[in-house]
T-cell receptor
């Protein structure tokens, strides 16, 4: 299995530009998570999906951030317009949620390092 | 605020020594998990301990959970230089959501 795939691995953009991060979860996994990691705030959950449906987006910082999961094998996180304070490493993770079990092991992608100038 | 808080923030030991990291949390949980993150990489799951378990082993890893004190510890025995990484505890309360602590940076000197 290829694991969770994220693209791009690095993104440098200018303030005000739109940024789209992409994630392909592990095949067969039905939960997908977007995290942001910074030195100041650590690892923060932005949003997660179960069976392609957004369940908890309380971590999305503001309306500039949006996430979609059009099918079980693809998700995007979009920032529009981007700001320098959005600079961080963004991780996608997936897990297999089994009936009757909660908070299963998560598999993380390699992350996208975003720099907004 | 973060659910899990690791202690110490940083730990430096010699190869062959044991490393112990602690995690405290604030509310009831379903399970607690430990993850490792090597520099520039994503997190890797190490071990999961359920709220009704007290101790769990996996290779050189030993995890304990004390729900009365709302704390957990991760012990790495006979450490190796390759164990150098950041270690995070994550608590699961409801749904599939995990809340991660700030992490402990472990450096193993060879």
């Amino acid at each position: 299995d290829a694991g969770v795939i994220q693209s791009p691995r690095h993104e440098v953009t200018e303030m005000g530009q739109e940024v789209t991060l992409r994630c392909k979860p592990i095949s067969g996994h039905n939960s997908l998570f977007w995290y942001r990691q910074t030195m100041m705030r650590g690892l923060e959950l932005l949003i997660y999906f179960n069976n392609n449906v957004p369940i908890d987006d309380s971590g999305m910082p503001e309306d500039r951030f949006s996430a979609k999961m059009p099918n079980a094998s693809f998700s995007t996180l979009k920032i529009q317009p981007s700001e320098p304070r959005d600079s961080a490493v963004y991780f996608c993770a997936s897990s297999l949620s089994k009936s009757g079990s909660l908070n299963n092991e998560q598999f993380f992608g390699p992350g996208t390092r975003l720099t907004v100038l | 605020s973060q659910q899990g808080e690791e202690d110490p923030q940083a730990l430096s030991i010699q190869e062959g020594e044991n490393a112990t990291m602690n995690c405290s949390y604030k509310t009831s949980i379903n399970n607690l998990q430990w993850y490792r993150q090597n520099s520039g990489r994503g997190l890797v799951h190490l071990i999961l301990i359920r709220s009704n378990e007290r101790e769990k082993h996996s290779g050189r890893l030993r995890v304990t959970l004390d729900t009365s004190k709302k704390s957990s510890s991760l012990l790495i025995t006979a450490s190796r230089a390759a164990d150098t990484a950041s270690y995070f505890c994550a608590t699961g309360r409801y749904g599939n959501k995990l809340v991660f602590g700030a992490g402990t940076i472990l450096r193993v000197k060879s």
